[in-house]
Each structure stands twice: as C-alpha cells, then as structure tokens.
C-alpha cells in the first residue's frame, strides 16, 4: 500500500490526523470514543473498537453540536433512555507516540454523577475499500488496541515519552474513597 501524498496545501489526512486529532480541520466527533465503549460501562471489553473517522467526521451518527472547553473537546446528546438526562463524552488528545500510536484521554457521563475516565490508545491507518458503487475511495480507521480505566472523576495529568505514557492520578473517587496521588507508566506498543 502506497502512503498518501501531502499536497501544498497541508498534510495528508493521515498526517493532519495524527498531528492535531482532527479531519478536514474538524475535531473527531467525541462521542466515536462512547460507541468504542465509554458509554457501555455494562460489558468488560469493548466491543466496537475501529471507527472510519473520515466517515464520521460531520455524519449524521455524529451530529451532536461539538464544543471546545479549553483542551477538552466535548459532545453531549440527550440520553436515549431518559431524556431528561444528558450523556456527555469528552476527550483530551494527548498526542503521538515515538512509534505513531495515539493516546486520548476521555470523560463519559451517563447524565449521573459519575464522569468515568479512561486512557485509550489508539491505532490510526488510511484503509481502502469500496463504496456502494464499487469504486475505490480511502477510509480514515482509528483502532483502539488498549483502554485503561482512570475511574471515576479521575484527576491527573497524562503525558508521553518516547513510547511510554505517563499517567499521574492527583485525584478522583474510585467506590467513593478518596484517591492517593501516583504514577503509571504504560508501554505503548502494537499487539
């Protein structure tokens, strides 16, 4: 497979996506990360974990107003089980790992107390494929391949070195407990 060509107006999408987290000069819709299992605090593992960002970038699926609060790039929806509650997902685009995977760090809330944090590392590839009528166009795929759960209104800090990411808890209230400072440090590498 041929790597995209930067044209002289920018980047390529794949570089414009792994640099800013954006498509087409627009944030990735927030809530791909509630899809890709924020929002499904039920089951253990995700169970969507590739998203075509091209494809969602301004989709219906995705039309939800995003907003920008400081670092924080937010979308929230009434919740489709009780619309007097409202789902928020957030995420933080850390940014690049020495070997090109991506680190987010996301906020979900339900429209409970709980805001649930969580740390993904993500693959970004341009992936070919077919469209309806057959002809050749290329998706834009982002892949988790690890999520670590922050916990509930987690507070820290995460950052990257190298290939490691950094996370520092200052705070947060896992089963209502205060949480002790510390520090993680997570490989991050292919599977």
């Known amino acids: 497979m041929t790597a995209p060509i930067a044209s002289a107006a920018g980047p390529s999408p794949i570089d414009e996506l792994r640099q800013n987290f954006t498509v087409g000069g627009e944030p990735v819709p927030p809530n791909i990360f509630r899809d890709m299992g924020d929002g499904d605090l039920a089951d253990s593992g995700s169970i969507i974990v590739t998203i ?54 996301t906020s979900y809330s339900g429209g409970g107390s709980g805001v649930f944090y969580s740390l993904h590392v993500l693959t970004a590839e341009p992936v070919r494929a077919f469209d309806s009528e057959g002809k050749r166009y290329e998706r834009l795929n982002v892949t988790t391949i690890r999520s670590v759960a922050l916990g509930d209104r987690w507070n820290g800090d995460v950052r990257i070195d190298g290939n490691a990411i950094l996370i520092t808890t200052t705070g947060g209230l896992p089963a209502g407990q205060a949480r002790k400072p510390s520090t993680m440090t997570i490989r991050a590498e292919r599977p």
């Open 52 to 105: 075509d960002v091209k494809a969602a970038t301004g989709s219906n699926l995705y039309a939800d107003p995003i907003r920008r609060n400081s670092t924080w790039i937010a979308q929230s929806r009434a919740s489709p089980g009780d619309k007097a509650l409202t789902e928020e997902e957030a995420y933080r685009y850390i940014g690049m790992t020495a070997n090109k995977l991506l680190v987010v760090t």
